[in-house]
């Protein structure tokens, strides 16, 4: 009995189509992809952001010379201030030596006065001239002490009746002219720009003028108190100059009436007469001493105002200082934050071009596999009855070696099925 086998082949055009697509497929996956031309890759930092990162280096600790040299002169204000302290004490020490003086030439121009007033009655020619020293001598001793209080006598009947006046228009120039310098920072503030720049209306502004108003009230009191010093100073010397006058006149009153006394009065009358003449001239010793410790405590006094002076200057050096410290560290910080901001703008410019090279690299490198994927679907749907096994899905972080093994691997069963049923014919 005679066995028929029908095998039921595929058109021969389908069969062509079959081989010259395994021969693609052989050739497209015998080489292996070049995967380095899409792996990813990260892009180096920009020349801004460098710049940005050498800046803050170079910025940590760039402020303390400033705090330094705020510190010393700090400390330089405090010792001067100190000196100064100890100047006035002494002054005062001074004065009060002085005082003393003048009391004890006082007793004794008092002592010269009663013992001329018993010359007196015995050298009657002689009274008028002692009266009149004693006159003057009680004048002189109006003018010791400290002066202080008013009416005469005192240091303010000395000083000047124009000083309010001067105070007052020294002090409206000192305004105008510092009106026109704070005016003058906030034009500056309006040419750097608006508050986002630090200019006009920003914190920088407002710290220079914070500054700037704090030197000038401090600058303002120093000259209002030199002024006041100055015109203390002077009455005090125009009240030594009177009563070294009085004094002079007194010793020459007195020596006028030595001189009438030698004239031919004799006896007690003329003993009593030099006495007085020689305690008078011991009042005029010490009032001439208590002259040169006040003037040597005007100096101190001077000095110790000068001191003064150079420790409010040298203070507000330290504020100026320390200002400008923080100011630099707040525009250091502001340039390295706007080089971070536009460096980190230009990498990300860059990584979106090594991005869209990478996935336009990976695209060239799978387009073979993706025309020969439809190629094998077109030819699974001739064989009806083969379901098309090909997917390509274009994503960013598919592997594209597994894409490739599986499109190796689902064309290779197509072509197996088309050579297979021509085997078995």
């Known amino acids: 009995m005679a066995i028929t086998e029908t095998r039921t082949l595929p058109a021969q055009f389908i069969e062509d189509l079959g081989k010259d697509y395994g021969k693609q497929l052989t050739a497209a996956t015998a080489a292996p992809l070049d995967t380095s031309k899409f792996a990813p890759s990260v892009a180096a930092q920009s020349a801004l952001q460098k710049q940005a990162t050498a800046l803050t280096g170079a910025g940590i600790g ?12 700090g400390t330089a204000a405090g010792t001067a201030l100190g000196a100064a302290g100890t100047g006035l004490g002494i002054a005062g020490s001074e004065l009060t030596g002085a005082g003393g003086t003048l009391g004890t030439a006082g007793t004794q121009l008092g002592l010269a006065q009663s013992a001329l ?30 002066g202080t209080g008013t009416g005469t006598g005192s240091i303010s009947s000395y000083m000047s009746p124009y000083q309010s006046q ?3 228009t020294t002090l409206a120039e000192f305004d105008r002219q510092a009106a026109q310098r704070q005016q003058a920072i906030s034009d500056q503030a309006v040419a750097l720009g608006g508050v986002a720049l630090g200019g006009f209306g920003g914190g920088r502004e407002g ?16 000259l209002q108190a ?45 003993a009593q007469a030099g006495q007085a003449g020689q ?8 009032a ?14 001077a000095l110790a105002a000068q001191q003064g002076s150079l420790a409010q200057g040298q203070l507000g050096l330290g504020q100026f200082q320390q200002g400008l410290g923080g100011a630099l560290q707040t525009m250091q910080g502001a340039d390295i934050a706007r080089a971070g901001q536009v460096g980190s703008a230009d990498q990300a410019q860059t990584q979106a071009g090594l991005t869209a090279l990478q996935e336009a690299n990976r695209l060239a490198a799978y387009e073979p596999l993706e025309r020969l994927g439809i190629y094998g679907q077109g030819v699974t749907g001739l064989m009806g009855g083969y379901p098309a096994q090909y997917q390509f899905t274009s994503q960013p972080n598919a592997s594209p070696l597994a ?21 078995n014919q």
């Open 226 to 270: 030199q002024l006041l010093q100055q015109g203390f100073g002077q009455g005090a010397g125009l009240r030594q100059q009177d009563l070294t006058n009085q004094m002079g006149l007194a010793q020459g009153q007195l020596g006028l009436g030595q001189a009438t006394l030698g004239l031919g009065q004799a006896g007690l009358g003329q």
């Open 403 to 423: 894409q490739a093994l599986g499109v190796a691997s689902t064309l290779g069963g197509v072509y197996g099925n088309v050579t297979g049923r021509k085997n």
């Open 279 to 286: 305690q008078a001239g011991m009042a005029g010793q010490r």
């Open 62 to 73: 760039s402020y303390q010379p400033f705090l330094t040299a705020a510190g010393t002169a």
């Open 166 to 168: 001067v105070i007052d």
């Open 288 to 301: 001439s001493l208590a002259q040169a410790q006040a003037g040597m405590a005007g100096q101190r006094g």
């Open 117 to 146: 007033g018993t010359a007196g009655a015995t050298t009657a020619g002689a009274s008028p001239f002692i009266g009149a020293a004693g006159t003057g001598l009680g004048t002189a001793a109006g003018l010791t002490g400290t």
């Open 207 to 222: 710290v220079m003028q914070s500054e700037y108003q704090t030197g000038s009230d401090r600058n303002r009191a120093s």
